[in-house]
């Protein structure tokens, strides 16, 4: 018999999908998205999606605090509506937590929680509390409107590829993290342990694009560029060419990529829980895009590639070959996938 | 330094919930009753409300299958939609899933939140899948809607307390399959199984009350009908007295409490994970509700006792002493609550 390290979290959830026989009515998009997008009869669609993390296969609170831990769980929840070119309106958190677990412990993961969600306009409105065996679990679901929800499926040949930021530095930070970490309290690397511990849901990115209407389809970084780029481009029947050399590294993740004498690019491209959106933008539109941006304060989008005909992702170097990725994106039941 | 064990499951709620400011705009109900209430701009209110099981903790998979543990799981999460009066619209669930789960079963679990939910006018239209350490565990997130959804807070001096059905069945269910679990499959002990592994939500009995404008309090019975009709006390300002005698049991239970040379009243008391709804409703509409009842197919009301002016909640005998509770509910960081 099968376990599920064979059948992989993709075959399963492929599985999971075709047992469930229509949508509801009012429900415009299920399985398969950042979030559920949903016809609530007002103005806007509400936006439900739940996102997990479990100690030691998420964080390690050896190498984070409890409220640490909470708040990079929080922010990549809040990601998913981003993702969507939605803002947030609330959370709930489900709290798995066991019994001999100090209460400081305990109130400060839950100050996380509900503090990072007030930060960013969620604050917490429900949840439940268990009592776990031995690790702690959050299940985060977050809820939020969006005009226009952002779907995978809307990319076109023609569009232009871009990211609202770098990629790269969640991997140089667990790379760090598992060589060295004393390091990661170098001035230098102070990027790499904020990506790790406080990364940024990118929604006001979100807000200012969905009033410019120039966005096809956005999926945000969170399992490795180059997997959920071929998400988007299952979902919309097209192919993503992704130009190596264009995409956006900082200097924290090229110095640590030479300390581990890797290959940045590949981190690059690999990197989960990095929460950058990948977005497909109307091809003339970049420009007007990067001034609502600038008039906000925020950062110009970097355009990293092209949607064209076909299927499938290219990472094209350089000289136009392409970059195989021995290692791609994350499959939470076999590991790494190959 | 205390750890949560003693801190207790009420007591960490009650620390998480000043941690939170206020509720966002249109929230119209947080932390504190079955399920959050949001208005949308809709004809009806959103509600929405998670629901976690834990494998080991709230169901053994010697005692049941996979799909039994999630249909009881899904089935406690409606559970929490019917006692705000509403209808359920879609779930999205949770899992996390050790990795050397056979597929099978992995897929029977999955098969148990999808079926159940369709089965209930909730299909599945999302989640999130991770690699657990060593249990399974389900957090189900439903969504519905109410007109006027039913609060913990509206019992008034002067109502009646009802309930939907007989409780005591889930703790004479427990006892039998920690003593000699094979008498479970007698049949007359079959309801005891049912009501563990296939209990009911009370969707059903909810959308015909909610439809009379009856019910002023509602609370479903998921932790013990006496700590449950404590909440109620608590958030209405008022107090519960609930006739012993009164408590409505059935046969297999008897027969259980019988076989066990225990006392049903206290399980009646103390049982939870029954689902049945414990309602307050306006005195003299309790025929007019069992009229309606009646007519959709379904049993009348079991009126159980009398909202009064003051605080607690009082099981009161026949010869109106007041019966002591030596185990209340449920508290999932202390265990069993003194």
């Not at 479990?54 to 998913?80: K, N, Y």
Request: glycine share 10%.
């Amino acid at each position: 018999m099968s376990s599920l390290m064979e059948l992989g979290e993709f075959g399963f959830i492929q599985r999971v999908a075709a047992m469930v026989g229509g949508t509801p009515e009012g429900v415009e998009c299920g399985i398969g998205d950042d979030c559920a997008v949903i016809d609530v009869g007002g103005p806007e669609k509400l936006l439900i999606a739940t996102d997990a993390a479990l100690e030691s296969r998420h964080f390690d609170l050896e190498w984070m605090t409890t409220f640490e831990a909470a708040q990079r769980t929080v922010a990549g929840a809040l990601s998913d509506i981003a993702a969507m070119g939605g803002h947030p309106l609330a959370l709930l958190c489900t709290a798995a937590i066991p019994r001999t677990t100090p209460s400081d412990a305990a109130l400060n993961l839950m100050s996380g929680v509900a503090g990072t969600g007030t930060r960013y306009g969620a604050p917490l409105i429900g949840g439940d509390t268990v009592a776990a065996a031995e690790h702690i679990m959050l299940d985060v679901v977050v809820i939020g409107f969006a005009k226009r929800p952002w779907l995978r499926s809307g990319a076109r040949p023609g569009d232009r590829l871009v990211l609202t930021g770098p990629v790269g530095e969640a991997q140089a930070a667990l790379q760090i993290m598992l060589t060295n970490p004393d390091l990661l309290r170098e001035p230098q690397y102070a990027p790499l342990r904020k990506r790790m511990v406080d990364p940024t849901p990118r929604l006001r990115e979100a807000a200012v694009l969905a009033a410019t209407d120039h966005v096809r389809a956005a999926i945000d970084v969170s399992d490795g560029l180059y997997q959920d780029a071929s998400h988007v481009a299952r979902a919309s029947g097209v192919r993503l060419e992704i130009e190596v050399r264009c995409l956006p590294e900082t200097v924290a993740t090229r110095l640590a990529a030479d300390y581990m004498r890797d290959k940045a690019p590949w981190w690059a491209a690999a990197s989960g829980e990095e929460y950058e959106l990948l977005l497909a933008v109307d091809r003339d539109s970049v420009p007007d895009a990067n001034r609502h941006l600038k008039k906000a304060g925020l950062n110009p989008l970097t355009v990293i590639g092209d949607v064209v005909h076909g299927e499938g992702v290219a990472l094209i170097r350089p000289d136009g070959s392409e970059m195989e990725l021995e290692r791609g994106g994350w499959d939470h039941f076999k590991g790494v996938q190959g």
